[in-house]
Every structure is written in C-alpha cells, then in structure tokens.
C-alpha cells in the first residue's frame, strides 16, 4: 500500500530536506499544491484533508491555523513547528525517549517534532533523571552551536547573501542573551527537570550540524556518579538504537576535538562522555545534524513510525 504525504510549507529549509528523504520512496506518493495556490485556504484545506499523513513547516501560528482546517479524523500529522512540543494530547517525535515512547508515536495522529537543541539537550538528560543519577532539581547549562541553516531564510541569507540588507562577516555569534529560547520549555518538559535550564546557544559561520554541549561538577551530584556510570547509563538507555548511538570511554578518551559537521546529512546523534576520571567533572556532549535528526531526518522517522513502515526507509 502506498501512503500519500502533503508537506504544508515545503518550500522552506525543512521542507525542502523533507522531500529530498521522500522523493524516489515507493512506499509513499508526495501531493502537493500548485505554487499559485498555496495561499488560498480552501485548496490547502483539501490536501490536509486528503492526504494519509501531513508534516507542516511553517511557522507557530500558521501551523495552529492548518491544524485548524483538518477535520478528517484518520490524518496523521507531524508538526516541525514549536507550537506543540509540550502540548499533553501531542506525541513528542523523539522516539528514543524513552522505551515506550517509539510506541506512543507509532499509535497517535497528532506528533510534535522535536527543536534540534531540545533534541541533542534532552537526549543528554532524560537517562540521568530518569535513572536517578541527576535529580531533578539539579541545576543545569547548557552550551550549544549551530550551523546558521537553523535559523531559517533570514538567517541563511544574513549568511549567504551579500546583497541581504542584514548581510553578516560575523564567523561567530551567540544569541538569546535574556534566556529567552523557545526551546527551553520542550528541554525542561521532556528532560523531566523541576528547574529552568540555562540555554545558552550559539551560531557559527557554516551552514549545518551541532554540538550541544552540558557540563557538569560531579562531586557535587548526589552519589558522586563518575565518568563511567554516566557512560554506562547513556549506553543502556540507547542500547539497540540505530539513529542514536554512544561513544565509549576510550573513544572519548582519544580525542582531541570534534568537528560539529561531522553528521551532516544524517539522520544520526552521537553522544560523547568526556573527561578525566578522578577530577570530579564531566562534559556531556552531543552531535547531530540541525537538519537532520534536529529536523527533517527527524520529521521522516515520525512520518514512517505513523505510518507503521520501516521506521529507517529514507533515512540510511
């Protein structure tokens, strides 16, 4: 059987990477509206309608709006937007979260795509909260950097486009300087934390992939946890996943550094324990691509689990 999928917004950044995963599928067939359309909201509303599943990439009130104009009760929908990521009847479209998470998505209609830092932050934090090794009311930075393709258009052309009137030389930028970041209440919620992290991203001079990054003083955690439990409690919580992946202690160990492209294209994160054993301090770390398992990579794993098909199709 084949699926037909509408992508509402897919002439944006994600949208975009959404199609490219789609295109050539032969267990899916792409709809789509005719450019001069796209506007007009009774011809959206009838692709929402009739479509298997739909992902939106648009921004938060635009996508309130479409969620709005689907009336038919068997359509799947992924939404890429902030707009639901910690709404109670939403599925939250991180399959690894925890075991019975991946069944969740795979059962509900309506599923919340993750923000890419929420993705690389939570994945960092949920084994620790949920094994009791971190307390949930444990103060807790977190250090990030992106390529400016998470931005979106403005951002992009700040970047690319010298004739863009906000045009940039900036190699380097951090942001959100009053902690203000719409993914925070999507890290607090799904990393299961009692206090407000503090979220202190940044943006690069290169076009995709992220390192999202949170220190810790472990001598002062209850239980004093060492490198190798924290290692040991990401192995196990990941253990058997094929998108989320843990480096070793001696993998970790060896390196002297880690280039934040080093995912690019993927729909893969890989998760590092850095540190010397015996100093009472820990950097946790993790690597994805913003657009991939941050985003788009991300949007087509939730579009397979919903579907009930290979949750990897598209995605190798």
């Not at 509402?8 to 199609?19: F, N, P, S």
């Not at 005719?34 to 635009?62: F, G, H, M, Q, Y």
Request: net charge negative; hydrophobic share 40%.
């Amino acid at each position: 059987m084949v699926s037909t999928v509408f992508i509402d917004g897919e002439v944006g950044t994600t949208g975009l990477q959404i199609r490219q995963r789609l295109e050539g599928r032969n267990d899916v067939r792409l709809l789509s509206i005719a450019p001069e359309r796209r506007k007009e909201t009774a011809a959206r509303a009838e692709l929402l309608n009739s479509a298997d599943a739909v992902i939106l990439c648009l921004p938060d009130a635009a996508a309130k709006e479409a969620v709005s104009l689907i009336d038919n009760p068997k359509v799947k929908l992924i939404d890429a937007s902030t707009a639901y990521r910690t709404a109670p009847d939403w599925a939250y479209g991180f399959a690894e979260l925890d075991s019975a998470q991946r069944d969740k998505i795979a059962a509900s209609t309506r599923v919340s795509n993750p923000g890419c830092y929420a993705t690389g932050a939570i994945a960092l934090l949920r084994p620790f909260v949920a094994a009791g090794v971190l307390p949930a009311n444990w103060p807790i930075t977190i250090n990030a950097v992106s390529g400016y393709t998470g931005g979106g258009k403005s951002m992009i052309a700040e970047f690319e486009d010298p004739n863009a009137a906000n045009y940039t030389h900036e190699n380097f930028r951090i942001y959100a300087l009053p902690l203000q970041h719409k993914h925070v209440p999507e890290i607090q919620k799904h990393g299961q934390l009692d206090i407000r992290p503090i979220f202190a991203p940044s943006v690069g001079r290169y076009a995709q992939g992220m390192i999202v990054e949170i220190p810790l003083h472990l001598d002062l955690v209850p239980g004093r946890p060492t490198l190798k439990t924290l290692n040991e409690t990401l192995s196990a919580h990941y253990a058997g996943e094929r998108f989320v992946t843990v480096a070793d202690l001696v993998e970790s160990g060896a390196m002297t550094g880690l280039d934040p492209e080093g995912l690019n294209g993927t729909n893969r994160m890989k998760l590092f324990t850095f540190g010397t054993e015996g100093t009472g301090q820990a950097r946790l770390v993790a690597l994805l691509d913003n657009l991939g398992k941050g985003a788009s990579g991300a949007a087509v794993q939730n579009l397979n689990l919903v579907l009930g098909l290979d949750e990897a199709s598209g995605l190798n």
